[in-house]
């Protein structure tokens, strides 16, 4: 558990837009959140258009912007000044730099009275994100003459998901502890920033990031917030490496969704580095008791495996050895036994629709997309006769 996911990360399926696969770095590896659940595959269209538009004059369009956002002008910045600039910057530090002076000027002049309704925060980070520029979007987002202009929670989650990509495991802490000090919505927690800072955590893999999660947990539960699965598995995963399967079962314990492939393969380890086998044999064993589509076959990973099995064999216990081996042979016949290592699992992709309101069809894709519990999947499932004589 402690290999990090970085390891494990290789050939994702290409984006249908060319400038999002050659950012962050992210050729060949498979991000934590789709290109859609974030919003980049819709920003990088009006950035095409936009182009198209602009093509004959945008280095006309890009000087009379930096005559007009120079300190001393009395030129306004406007709307559709600042949204043209967004998707017309192509990474260059003079552009990055026009983009700034505009975005302060911007705000500075609407301080007292808002022109439009346009949200510019997750517009300026989706561009960030699709440059690939971590470090002006933290200058950005950190400037004091701006506070107030990032107060949106799917600003953070792109920021915190591109620190994330580019390994900035602290900044995201940094960022996450800031979005917890605004409370936006009302709240501390919301749900894809808290799956981000869980899994930046994982990926440290440091006592210290441990005892931040654990701090996480305990002002969880002081609220009564209910993390997602991705936000429990991520957090029980560090557990593990960290030594603490104990803790891991505990947090396993507080989501509903017990038979998804993480949070399965997640108990059997950590009951596994308890030396109790015994009880992981049940988790197995029910496996064995449905028939489902080859395309939705449940599996347990290799690693869990292995580690059940070295814990079998450190009890002693000959007729438990038994068990084990035949159960394990009746896995491996019926293709339940997968080579993905655990982190990887953990590390899947997650998709959803960002416009579907909380609890629509899309919402709940989103937690089945790195699960094997799929609703669909249980009206499909063909409960086998005469296996549950082996529980």
């Not at 970085?6 to 994702?12: E, H, P, Q, Y």
């Not at 984006?15 to 595959?41: K, P």
């Not at 489902?292 to 064999?313: G, H, N, W």
Request: glycine residues 4%.
């Amino acid at each position: 558990m402690a290999t990090m996911c970085s390891r494990f990360l290789r050939g994702c399926n290409n984006l249908s837009f060319c400038n999002f696969t050659a950012a962050v770095n992210l050729v060949g590896a498979r991000t934590l959140y789709s290109a859609t659940a974030l919003g980049i595959d819709a920003f990088l269209r009006v950035k095409e258009r936009t182009q198209q538009h602009f093509v004959q004059i945008d280095d006309k369009f890009k000087q009379k912007m930096n005559e007009f956002s120079a300190p001393g002008s009395s030129n306004m910045v406007f709307t559709e000044d600042l949204k043209n600039m967004i998707y017309l910057a192509d990474g260059s530090e003079a552009d990055m730099t026009l983009l700034e002076r505009m975005i302060i000027k911007f705000n500075q002049q609407n301080k007292d009275l808002r022109f439009g309704s346009f949200v510019f925060g997750p517009v300026v980070m989706r561009m960030y994100y699709n440059l690939n520029k971590p470090l002006e979007a933290l200058k950005l987002i950190k400037n004091p003459e701006l506070d107030g202009f990032f107060d949106q929670i799917m600003t953070f989650q792109v920021l915190l998901d591109l620190f994330y990509n580019n390994k900035m495991y602290d900044e995201v802490i940094e960022i996450f502890e800031i979005l917890k000090k605004k409370q936006l919505s009302g709240t501390k927690f919301h749900r894809h920033p808290l799956v981000i800072v869980t899994a930046a955590c994982y990926q440290k893999n440091t006592p210290e990031a441990f005892e931040y999660v654990k701090q996480l947990w305990k002002e969880m539960q002081e609220v009564g917030h209910v993390p997602m699965n991705k936000t429990v598995t991520f957090a029980a995963g560090l557990a593990i490496a960290q030594n603490s399967p104990h803790i891991a079962l505990e947090m396993l314990s507080l989501t509903s969704k017990q038979n998804y492939v993480t949070v399965r393969n997640l108990k059997v380890a950590a009951l596994a580095d308890l030396n109790r086998p015994e009880d992981a044999l049940p988790i197995l064993r029910r496996i064995l008791e449905f028939d489902l589509p080859v395309e939705r076959k449940q599996t347990f990973s290799e690693e869990a495996m292995e580690k059940l099995r070295l814990s079998v064999q450190r009890s002693g216990n000959k007729d438990l050895e038994t068990e084990f081996n035949r159960i394990d042979q009746q896995l491996t016949v019926q293709g339940h036994i997968a080579a993905e290592p655990l982190s990887k699992q953990l590390c899947t992709e997650m998709h959803y629709n960002p416009t579907m309101p909380p609890g629509r069809k899309e919402d709940r894709r989103l937690a089945a997309s790195f699960g094997m519990n799929h609703p669909r999947q249980q009206q499909t499932a063909r409960r086998r006769e005469g296996l549950a004589d082996i529980v």
